[in-house]
Nanobody, 123 residues
């Protein structure tokens, strides 16, 4: 059973930055494609960013391109989302997700999920 634990959420003013981290309890971490999703109140969960197993390819939603950066450290079993130039519309609960296949934009493709961390951006 894979356990994913997110950290790093919080309250920040518009234009500020936050760094989210997700730690996975699995020795085969390098076999997992990883992604970040977010869900705002009353809205569906949406894809934010993803990274393939090797870390060579990354994917971003149009709404965060140029502002967010995803990275992974397979030696430390962690995936990180650096969020810069935050906007009030980035406010949501952010979830880390993992899949043994590849990066997909659909949340249904992921096998494992973290509990989520709240990100609130004030205007």
């Amino acid at each position: 059973q894979v356990q994913l634990v997110e950290s790093g959420g919080g309250l920040v003013q518009a234009g500020g930055s936050l760094r989210l981290s997700c730690a996975a309890s699995l020795r085969t971490f390098s076999r997992l494609a990883l992604a970040w999703f977010r869900q705002a109140p009353g809205k569906e969960r949406e894809f934010v960013s993803g990274i393939v197993r090797s870390g060579d390819s990354t994917f971003y939603a149009d709404s965060v391109k140029g502002r967010f950066t995803i990275s992974r450290d397979n030696a430390k079993n962690t995936v990180t989302l650096q969020m810069n130039s935050l906007k009030p519309e980035d406010t949501a609960v952010y979830f880390c997700a993992a899949a043994y296949s590849s990066v997909y934009y659909s949340s249904t493709a992921y096998d494992y999920w973290g509990q989520g961390t709240q990100v609130t951006v004030s205007s």
